[in-house]
T-cell receptor, first 114, second 110 residues
Framework: DVKVTQSSRYLVKRTGEKVFLECVQD?????MFWYRQDPGLGLRLIYF???????EKGDIPEGYSVSREKKERFSLILESASTNQTSMYLC?????????????FGSGTRLTVV | GQQLNQSPQSMFIQEGEDVSMNCTSS?????WLWYKQDPGEGPVLLIA?????ELTSNGRLTAQFGITRKDSFLNISASIPSDVGIYFC??????????FGAGTRLTVKP
């Protein structure tokens, strides 16, 4: 069964900490994405990557950075965690093509910053 | 930013009832997709629509790609308790530009 795996389901971090959220996919997908999900706001794109060592800003990149050193792994980094970054974080991957086959999502990481 | 208007925000229905939700946009999309998110999980793709006017079914689910390419709807017939969750519409213009609605939270009372 193909998968997108996020390393942690729940995380609690302190304000100011550097936080790493890891995502691994086993589908050999070129594209990977990081979203945050907040009630009433849906899914908002933070960063995405089309290829190894490549990254593009999404709609809300401030306070975040990403790393893609290997095709299967896409990491989201909170440089200095703040309470307004408390949220559900979703990683997704997809393969490029003429038609959209949709994204495959991980189960999410619920991050609480205290 | 978010460009899709999804409604309703939430629905409370009785088991066995039909459900309808929709998504509109000021922009044209080439593909419309509907996802469902179970509690504590990531969204899972339910239906993908590729052509304006297309009507597609997946079991008790039916979705349509609006003629104007600016809207889509999802119907669920004869709801059951496991239909509970958050339903997201998504529109895609090109390969890597997918926009999501804010979601419709569905509650089904037995």
């Amino acid at each position: 069964d193909v998968k997108v795996t996020q390393s942690s389901r729940y995380l609690v971090k302190r304000t100011g900490e550097k936080v790493f959220l890891e995502c691994v996919q086993d589908m050999d997908h070129e594209n990977m994405f990081w979203y945050r999900q907040d009630p009433g706001l849906g899914l908002r794109l933070i960063y995405f990557s089309y290829d190894v060592k490549m990254k593009e800003k999404g709609d809300i990149p401030e306070g975040y950075s990403v790393s893609r050193e290997k095709k299967e792994r896409f990491s989201l980094i909170l440089e200095s965690a703040s309470t307004n970054q408390t949220s559900m974080y979703l990683c997704a991957s997809s393969t490029p093509g003429r038609f959209a086959y949709g994204y495959t999502f991980g189960s999410g990481t619920r991050l609480t910053v205290v | 930013g978010q460009q899709l208007n999804q409604s309703p925000q939430s629905m409370f229905i009785q088991e066995g009832e039909d459900v309808s939700m929709n998504c509109t946009s000021s922009s044209i999309f080439n593909t419309w997709l509907w996802y469902k998110q179970d509690p504590g999980e990531g969204p899972v793709l339910l239906i993908a629509l590729y052509k304006a006017g297309e009507l597609t079914s997946n079991g008790r689910l039916t979705a349509q790609f609006g003629i104007t390419r600016k809207d889509s709807f999802l119907n669920i017939s004869a709801s059951i308790p496991s239909d509970v969750g958050i339903y997201f519409c998504a529109g895609q213009r090109h390969n890597n530009d997918m926009r999501f609605g804010a979601g419709t939270r569905l509650t089904v009372k037995p």
